[in-house]
């Protein structure tokens, strides 16, 4: 029996979650069962990383949202690549692949829904309902995101598999040792409480959120130290904050951090005030890291915090809701071990990324298993 053939379409390699996603699930997969490439829209650091797995990745270099001339191209390159099915990772892959995947013909689609899309997007449902016969499954990283896709798209429940995305566990295991050389080098005590914040510095991420939430505390008198890490568009609001904004020295900015788990090691709370998720990465490594956590009640991260147990939800954009979570989980240490501890035993149980490559690879033979025969 020869290996599946396995494309995965991506609409970017940057640094993303889903790119994130891409690389740890194309690199895991049994590669005697498996030939995966990668093909992307267009180009990002996660390239570099992919080939130096080796894995073999293709860069279109599409300019915009409208340059068709690159589908002929996509076209021939699946119909030359052979593949017994293609993998269609975000919206402008998913509308390059499927009409380029059907002229190469490649017999086998699924596609991966990353979010629960929180900004009115509403032709990517309707693209979703016209293409349905060309998509063997709709694969969602979180029940929550299922729920929203399909009450938007109106598309069967046989249409749909869920597949929870999963964290490296041993990576994010907390590590003494690193936390108190990182905190040393911030210069922070040891019964100073950190909060934590990593990842893109966008709109929807709730940046602003946590700045207001932080200025309360600060304007009542009870500052709490923080370290942001990540860039994007909303940066230059954070800098602006540390420089004037009330608690702002409390506040240290990292940018990009490559070695993330030593600043959650370093952390004692994590908090992700996003406008919308979908199986939130980060999150999911802050809680195999083994901190509380504070999340907004939005799809995606209500998957993994169960409140009053792993961590405490708030709504979105209530600034001052955040800021008494915050308040909360900073005055007592006893909860934050609880809370810390049952959340590293729900990603162990329930959320690894040994699992997720699992059910890939039974989803791939499952739609097109027939295909490896010789």
Known sequence: MRPLRVCQLITTLGIGGAERGLYELVTRMDRQRFEVEVFALRDGPMSGRLAAAGIAVIVLGVRGKWDLM???????LLRD????????????ADLAGRPAAKAAGVPHLVHTVWTAEGR??????????????????????????????ARKSGLPDDAYIVIPWGVDVEKF???EASRRRT???????DDDVLLAFVGRLEFYKGVETLLAALGLLASSGRGVRAVIAGDGPRRQAVEEFVRHGPGGSLVRVLGMVEDVPAVLSAADVYVMPSLWEGWPLALGEAMSASLPAIGSDVPGIRDLIIPEQTGLLVERRDAGALAGAIGRLADDGPTRARFGAAGRRRIVEQFTIEQTVAAHERLYDDVAGHRREE
């Open 173 to 175: 295991r907390r590590d």
């Open 70 to 76: 690159k589908l002929p191209r996509l076209a021939r």
């Open 183 to 189: 905190r040393d080098q911030w210069q922070l005590a």
């Open 120 to 149: 009115f997007r509403p032709w990517q449902f309707i693209y979703a309902r016209l293409m349905k016969q060309s998509c063997d499954r709709v694969i969602c990283v979180s029940q929550s995101v299922r729920d929203h896709h």
């Open 81 to 92: 690549g052979h593949f017994d099915l293609l993998h269609t990772h975000l919206f402008h």
